[in-house]
């Protein structure tokens, strides 16, 4: 419990590492494979999201599987060079970083995706073991609901306090901001599944 608020990073590395995950992280994939694929601008299709979710809404699975992956894995990315630049401290700032930069790209006046595969990803980068609890939550819950986005919040739920049992408190932290901030993206989700109007898996329409 003291380790958690003894951080060894200096204010300049810690910067570093940031601004490095958040650039990775800014990155709109979903953006830019749309507009290669001729598909036009996906923010003006569903919910104008840039993320996998919503590129799949153009029928194209392929890309939209390109996009998951290639949202998780820049953060991954974040989360691995900062580690490797810096040590592990940074690296969870590189990942924590590129989530927020995956929400909010300065590129795109600030209007990102939901997190969930740059969630992934940063758990990848930090806690990979956790990835597998996270897999093995979000299938149990969508078996029983049939909900993707339930599943999601569930898994979100569950990953900080499993790393907190573990006693990595410092990535539980900051995954635990990372899954309030995600819910705050996902509330129009939250009302559907209060409302009984989301969506389930498979359900065309």
Request: charged fraction near 10%.
């Amino acid at each position: 419990m003291t380790e958690l608020f003894h951080w060894q990073i200096t204010l300049p590395i810690a910067a570093a590492a940031l601004a490095l995950g958040y650039l990775l992280g800014s990155i709109p994939f979903g953006l830019l494979l749309t507009k290669a694929a001729g598909l036009g601008d996906i923010r003006s299709i569903g919910s104008g999201n840039i993320g996998a979710t919503n590129v799949l809404r153009t029928g194209n699975k392929k890309l939209a599987a390109a996009t998951l992956l290639l949202d998780a894995f820049k953060a991954t990315a974040g989360a691995v060079l900062a580690a490797a630049l810096w040590g592990p401290e940074a690296g969870i700032l590189g990942g924590f970083a590129a989530f927020i930069g995956h929400l909010f790209p300065v590129w795109l006046g600030f209007k990102g995706g939901k997190g969930v595969a740059t969630y992934i990803g940063t758990l990848l980068g930090v806690a990979p073991a956790m990835v597998l609890v996270f897999a093995l939550v979000w299938l149990s819950v969508a078996k029983l609901s049939r909900y993707s986005s339930l599943s999601a919040l569930v898994a979100m739920l569950v990953i900080p306090v499993a790393l907190w049992i573990i006693s990595a408190e410092k990535v539980a932290i900051a995954m635990a901001i990372m899954t309030i901030i995600s819910y705050w993206k996902h509330k129009a989700n939250i009302e559907r599944l209060i409302n009984g109007t989301e969506s389930k898996i498979g359900q065309k329409g």
